[in-house]
């Protein structure tokens, strides 16, 4: 469970939010795929 008091800044309320999303890393939902990428950007 994230702490509120934690989630100061964007950055850090971002990765913390990752954090619980995605434990084992970011996966692409269609093919569970590790090589995800942002808007082009790996």
Request: with cysteine; glycine share 10%.
């Amino acid at each position: 469970m994230l702490n509120i008091q934690t989630l100061i800044d964007d950055r850090t309320c971002f990765e913390g939010v990752r954090a619980e999303r995605w434990p084992e890393g970011v996966r692409c939902v269609e093919c569970g795929s590790a090589a995800v990428s942002k808007q082009g950007r790996v």
